[in-house]
């Protein structure tokens, strides 16, 4: 019965049927897989092909995938930079042949000739074949077949992908079709790592200008709060200034408030404020969206005040120096009477006898016009700034400079002068005219000082001497007064520019600024003790000379 069920199922090909169905459906099934291979592929390049992704990365995870459904042993990438094609990745690392950064010559390339068709290439290697360049690395390597994609992002290309197999194999349409549409993702991918990177670099290059920027620069919204800010703005508030209100930050009246002037002008303010006793210069300017719509204001913040104490400097350098030519001028006027004076009075001596009346009165005037030209020779002396060479120079002879010039007028405010000048003292290396101007400031503020003191004795004392400091050695004047003193909220501020404790119309605040700098340029400093009623010493250190 058995036997008779076979033949009837041979002759009528029910099993013939079932074996082709079941093969049918098997290979149905395997295209299936492979086709889902596929899907996923391109899935997982548009998924997880990310900014923090090496191109690397990209092609491990690429290749393991292909090689599941095609016999893919080799994958490169190549992309366009500057009209050239460079090597830019190899999977695995030990299928290189070139390094990378290999730029491919134009002739006899297949990598090439892909770029300039528009076309993939699918080619099989031959042995010893030297046809193209390409083909002897892959004869090195073992590859047999190759497929080249141009990669194309908005209709140019961009670079070739390389895909190899060390078996000749032979793709279908459908397989070529897939590839191509592998790398259409893969260009696009590319190209927007690429713009994604040109915006994050734009964007960083334009915050670390924006932070290193030395001026304060502010983001302002239209309500006066603060959106961004830069380094320098931190710097000088010392404060978290995100949402501050402008104005109050700045103390400035809301009603006056530069936004209100812009919202109104569309057009920038310039303005000049005072901030923490500083000066500061605030330009404001409006921010325009796309339709001319403004909806906030940048501020930027300059902190003018040495700057402008440098102009003031300036200016009154300019009234010193004016000051010194007028000196000069009338010290050789006077010079010629003197002169005059000086010779007759010693003539007329010469007829009296020193017992005479007539001689005594003589000797006056002849030593009062001796003095005079002491004190014209001082002064012409002193008024020599523009020589500002160093040379080998005393610090006491600037002393007796200064003495002789302005000693008997200190005397003459009932002010008693004590010299204490070392005579051994050492030599320094500096300008003698700019040494006698700090002498000079430090014995005209010690005068002023003692002038508003109504004491019984009003002293300065002027001392000279040599020390070592740390090894160092050092010649010191000091300038020492039974004055006022200085109150000790102010000792870290009278070298400042400008900065003045006497009455409206008395200084200028420059003396001491100036002097200290003088000091700096001979390499020294000066250095303050003071006391409130007591009296202030002020300590000019100089180095000797090597």
Same mark, same amino acid.
């Given at each position: 019965?058995?036997?008779?069920? &076979?033949?009837?199922?041979?002759?009528?090909?029910?099993?013939?049927?079932?074996?082709?169905?079941?093969?049918?459906?098997?290979?149905?099934?395997?295209?299936?897989?492979?086709?889902?291979?596929?899907?996923?592929?391109?899935?997982?390049?548009?998924?997880?092909?990310? @900014?923090?992704?090496?191109?690397?990365?990209?092609?491990?995870?690429?290749?393991?995938?292909?090689?599941?459904?095609?016999?893919?042993?080799?994958?490169?990438?190549?992309?366009?930079?500057?009209?050239?094609?460079?090597?830019?990745?190899?999977?695995?690392?030990?299928?290189?042949?070139?390094?990378?950064?290999?730029?491919?010559?134009?002739?006899?390339?297949?990598?090439?000739?892909?770029?300039?068709?528009?076309?993939?290439?699918?080619?099989?290697?031959?042995?010893?074949?030297?046809?193209?360049?390409?083909?002897?690395?892959?004869?090195?390597?073992?590859?047999?077949?190759?497929?080249? @994609?141009?990669?194309?992002?908005?209709?140019?290309?961009?670079?070739?992908?390389?895909?190899?197999?060390?078996?000749?194999?032979?793709?279908?349409?459908?397989?070529?079709?897939?590839?191509q549409q592998f790398c259409d993702q893969l260009a696009v991918c590319i190209e927007n790592v690429?713009?994604?990177?040109?915006?994050?670099?734009?964007?960083?290059?334009?915050?670390?200008?924006?932070?290193?920027?030395?001026?304060?620069?502010?983001?302002?919204?239209?309500?006066?709060?603060?959106?961004?800010?830069?380094?320098?703005?931190?710097?000088?508030?010392?404060?978290?200034?995100?949402?501050?209100?402008?104005?109050?930050?700045?103390?400035?009246?809301?009603?006056?408030?530069?936004?209100?002037?812009?919202?109104?002008?569309?057009?920038?303010?310039?303005?000049?404020?005072?901030?923490?006793?500083?000066?500061?210069?605030?330009?404001?300017?409006?921010?325009?969206?796309?339709?001319?719509?403004?909806?906030?204001?940048?501020?930027?913040?300059?902190?003018?005040?040495?700057?402008?104490?440098?102009?003031?400097?300036?200016?009154?350098?300019?009234?010193?120096?004016?000051?010194?030519?007028?000196?000069?001028?009338?010290?050789?006027?006077?010079?010629?009477?003197?002169?005059?004076?000086?010779?007759?009075?010693?003539?007329?001596?010469?007829?009296?006898?020193?017992?005479?009346?007539?001689?005594?009165?003589?000797?006056?005037?002849?030593?009062?016009?001796?003095?005079?030209? =002491?004190?014209?020779?001082?002064?012409? =002396?002193?008024?020599?700034?523009?020589?500002?060479?160093?040379?080998?120079?005393?610090?006491?002879?600037?002393?007796?400079?200064?003495?002789?010039?302005?000693?008997? &007028?200190?005397?003459?405010?009932?002010?008693?002068?004590?010299?204490?000048?070392?005579?051994?003292?050492?030599?320094?290396?500096?300008?003698?005219?700019?040494?006698?101007?700090? @002498?000079?400031?430090?014995?005209?503020?010690?005068?002023?000082?003692?002038?508003?003191?109504?004491?019984?004795?009003?002293? *300065?004392?002027?001392?000279?001497?040599? @020390?070592?400091?740390?090894?160092?050695?050092?010649?010191?004047?000091?300038?020492?007064?039974?004055?006022?003193?200085?109150?000790?909220?102010?000792?870290?501020? *009278?070298?400042?520019?400008?900065?003045?404790?006497?009455?409206?119309?008395?200084?200028?605040?420059?003396?001491?600024?100036?002097?200290?700098?003088?000091?700096?340029?001979?390499?020294? =400093?000066?250095?303050?003790?003071?006391?409130?009623?007591?009296?202030?010493?002020?300590?000019?250190?100089?180095?000797?000379?090597?």
């Amino acid at each position: 019965m058995n036997d008779r069920q &076979q033949l009837i199922s041979l002759l009528t090909g029910v099993q013939s049927s079932k074996k082709s169905y079941y093969t049918e459906l098997k290979k149905m099934v395997i295209e299936l897989k492979k086709k889902n291979m596929q899907l996923e592929i391109i899935n997982d390049i548009t998924k997880s092909f990310n @900014i923090d992704m090496s191109m690397d990365e990209m092609l491990k995870n690429s290749m393991d995938k292909l090689k599941a459904i095609f016999p893919v042993e080799r994958i490169s990438l190549s992309l366009c930079e500057n009209h050239k094609l460079v090597l830019t990745n190899v999977y695995p690392a030990h299928s290189l042949y070139f390094p990378i950064g290999f730029v491919f010559p134009k002739e006899r390339s297949l990598y090439w000739q892909v770029i300039q068709s528009l076309e993939k290439i699918f080619y099989q290697i031959e042995e010893d074949e030297d046809l193209y360049v390409e083909a002897a690395v892959y004869n090195v390597l073992g590859v047999r077949s190759v497929l080249l @994609i141009p990669l194309i992002s908005k209709g140019k290309v961009i670079g070739v992908l390389s895909i190899g197999s060390k078996e000749k194999v032979v793709y279908d349409e459908d397989d070529l079709s897939f590839f191509q549409q592998f790398c259409d993702q893969l260009a696009v991918c590319i190209e927007n790592v690429r713009l994604y990177n040109e915006v994050l670099t734009s964007k960083k290059e334009w915050e670390e200008t924006f932070r290193a920027v030395s001026e304060m620069i502010f983001l302002v919204d239209l309500e006066g709060n603060i959106l961004r800010y830069n380094d320098a703005a931190n710097e000088f508030f010392q404060v978290d200034l995100y949402k501050k209100d402008i104005c109050k930050l700045l103390s400035i009246n809301p009603k006056e408030s530069p936004i209100v002037e812009i919202l109104e002008t569309k057009k920038s303010v310039h303005r000049r404020i005072h901030i923490q006793q500083r000066v500061c210069e605030l330009r404001s300017y409006p921010v325009l969206n796309e339709k001319q719509n403004m909806y906030a204001v940048i501020m930027y913040l300059n902190d003018i005040t040495e700057k402008l104490q440098i102009e003031a400097q300036l200016v009154q350098s300019g009234k010193l120096a004016a000051i010194g030519e007028m000196a000069a001028g009338i010290a050789h006027e006077l010079n010629n009477p003197l002169t005059a004076i000086l010779g007759n009075a010693q003539l007329l001596l010469r007829s009296f006898s020193k017992d005479d009346r007539i001689y005594k009165l003589l000797f006056d005037i002849y030593s009062c016009g001796k003095r005079c030209k =002491t004190i014209i020779q001082n002064l012409l =002396t002193f008024s020599r700034q523009d020589e500002y060479r160093f040379e080998d120079c005393s610090i006491n002879d600037a002393v007796e400079q200064v003495l002789g010039l302005i000693g008997d &007028q200190i005397c003459k405010q009932n002010i008693s002068i004590q010299k204490r000048l070392d005579a051994s003292i050492e030599l320094i290396e500096g300008n003698l005219q700019q040494i006698s101007q700090v @002498i000079l400031n430090l014995l005209i503020n010690a005068k002023d000082a003692l002038e508003e003191m109504d004491i019984p004795e009003k002293i *300065i004392v002027i001392e000279t001497k040599s @020390i070592v400091e740390a090894g160092e050695h050092w010649v010191v004047l000091s300038v020492r007064d039974n004055g006022k003193g200085i109150e000790e909220q102010h000792l870290q501020e *009278i070298f400042n520019p400008f900065f003045t404790t006497k009455r409206p119309g008395k200084g200028t605040g420059l003396g001491l600024s100036v002097s200290l700098g003088i000091a700096e340029a001979h390499g020294g =400093t000066i250095e303050v003790v003071s006391e409130l009623g007591k009296g202030s010493e002020f300590i000019l250190k100089l180095p000797k000379k090597k």
